[in-house]
T-cell receptor, first 110, second 119 residues
Framework: GNSVTQMEGPVTLSEEAFLTINCTYT??????LFWYVQYPGEGLQLLLKATKADDKGSNKGFEATYRKETTSFHLEKGSVQVSDSAVYFCALREDNDMRFGAGTRLTVKP | GAVVSQHPSRVICKSGTSVKIECRSLDFQATTMFWYRQFPKQSLMLMAT?????????EQGVEKDKFLINHASLTLSTLTVTSAHPEDSSFYIC???????????????FGSGTQLSVL
């Protein structure tokens, strides 16, 4: 069946550091891929998405490219801020099947 | 890992009927549960947040009389779509927040979703 694996946290970085959160997936067909973010005390918010191979999703300085050859959708940001501290979830959806990664907690220190 | 059981996974109903979706945390206590809906290829949209024993907090634009949420215990929350219409057809997913096992921090765990089709 479909599944999503993302790197376990927690991840602690200093402000302006480079961020990568790895995400790989297993799917039988051609899923859409998402990154969601959960800020403290809030529900999930869509951060970015990609619906087909080689698509790049981007938002708020975050980027992720849909790599079919490596079945990956790694999240990157060139310079993190304290306000980026949150839990990040990688997810896929294929038809009626939606799967989430376990989440990666990011803490950015000033 | 922690398991959140969402049932049913798929339901087809006639317009005007009500449908209940259950979300259970099987091996941990969920202090908070979230309900989302998602249209094809779109993102999740938070509908409401519920805490055990208290009324759910609904997001702006979500009709609380149409989408009834009950969080009667620390392991069960239900979403009832009342008098369903075709425009309510969507993918509904729950998530539960709690501490699993020996973990000291609360984490978010997801159900597998329910595809609702209203004819």
């Amino acid at each position: 069946g479909n599944s999503v694996t993302q790197m376990e946290g927690p991840v602690t970085l200093s402000e302006e550091a480079f961020l990568t959160i790895n995400c790989t997936y297993t799917a039988t067909g051609y899923p859409s891929l998402f990154w969601y973010v959960q800020y403290p005390g809030e529900g999930l918010q869509l951060l970015l998405k990609a619906t087909k191979a080689d698509d790049k999703g981007s938002n708020k300085g975050f980027e992720a490219t849909y790599r079919k050859e490596t079945t990956s959708f790694h999240l990157e940001k060139g310079s993190v801020q304290v306000s980026d501290s949150a839990v990040y979830f990688c997810a896929l959806r294929e038809d009626n099947d939606m799967r989430f990664g376990a989440g990666t907690r990011l803490t950015v220190k000033p | 890992g922690a398991v959140v059981s969402q049932h049913p996974s798929r339901v087809i109903c006639k317009s005007g009927t009500s449908v209940k979706i259950e979300c259970r945390s099987l091996d941990f206590q969920a202090t908070t549960m979230f309900w989302y809906r998602q249209f094809p290829k779109q993102s999740l949209m938070l509908m409401a947040t519920s805490n055990e024993g208290s009324k759910a907090t609904y997001e702006q634009g979500v009709e609380k009389d149409k989408f009834l949420i009950n969080h009667a215990s620390l392991t069960l929350s239900t979403l009832t779509v009342t008098s369903a219409h075709p425009e309510d057809s969507s993918f509904y997913i729950c998530s539960a927040r709690g501490r699993y096992g020996e973990q000291s921090e609360e984490k978010l765990f997801f159900g597998s979703g329910t595809q609702l089709s209203v004819l």
